[in-house]
């Protein structure tokens, strides 16, 4: 992984870390149902963001490389590899 998006994706997985900690504390002292769901909300946001630098590494890494190979079978590997990690969403 290139190591700054390796740094990005890190930070926001940190982030939503210490996010959802917080998430577990308000719903174990009860606090106000949309105050927990607006934090919830924060720390998908965080994992989408890490998600996102993730996947541009691997596009412009393993699935470039991939792609530029003449071996068609890998070729084919890597775009179903790619559709089913998307369609999961």
Do not use: W
């Amino acid at each position: 992984m290139k190591p700054e998006l390796k740094q990005q994706s890190l930070l926001h997985l940190k982030k939503a870390e210490g996010m959802l900690k917080k998430v577990i504390q308000m719903l174990e002292k009860g606090e106000y149902c949309m105050d927990i769901v607006q934090q919830n909300q924060a720390v998908q946001g965080c994992l989408k963001s890490a998600e996102k630098v993730i996947l541009e590494n691997h596009l412009n890494t393993c699935f470039k490389s991939g792609m530029e190979s003449k071996n068609t079978s890998s070729q084919k590997k890597l775009i179903a590899e790619m559709l089913a990690v998307l369609n999961r969403k």
